[in-house]
Nanobody, 121 residues
Framework: QVQLVESGGGLVQAGGSLRLSCTASGLTFDDFAMGWFRQAPGKAREGVSC????????AYADSVKGRFTISRDNAKNTLFLQMNVLKPEDTAMYYC??????????????WGQGTLVTVSS
């Protein structure tokens, strides 16, 4: 079965940085696009970013453009999210997910368990 495990969350002050990782198993990692999502308390899950199978195409939510960078290392079956200039409104559980296509299609499959990011002011 497909398994996704996120890591790298923590507590940071506004303006700080974190890098999240998502390690995948049970799939041919470079066959699929991957995405990051987040969910703050009392709010709906929000798409943050997506990356194609080889990293050639990326997309970002307007709220994180210019601050977050998505990347992947297919040799290590790992997806990353570099988060800079963090704001309190970035506080959320962050999840990675598998897209069923090679490019971001919005057809999401397996999800990870999440890693918590807390940004203090």
């Amino acid at each position: 079965q497909v398994q996704l495990v996120e890591s790298g969350g923590g507590l940071v002050q506004a303006g700080g940085s974190l890098r999240l990782s998502c390690t995948a198993s049970g799939l041919t990692f470079d066959d699929f696009a991957m995405g990051w999502f987040r969910q703050a308390p009392g709010k709906a899950r929000e798409g943050v970013s997506c990356i194609s199978w080889n990293g050639g195409s990326t997309a970002y939510a307007d709220s994180v453009k210019g601050r977050f960078t998505i990347s992947r290392d297919n040799a290590k079956n790992t997806l990353f999210l570099q988060m800079n200039v963090l704001k309190p409104e970035d506080t959320a559980m962050y999840y990675c997910a598998v897209d069923r296509e090679t490019h971001c299609s919005g057809s999401w499959g397996a999800w990870g368990q999440g890693t918590l990011v807390t940004v203090s002011s």
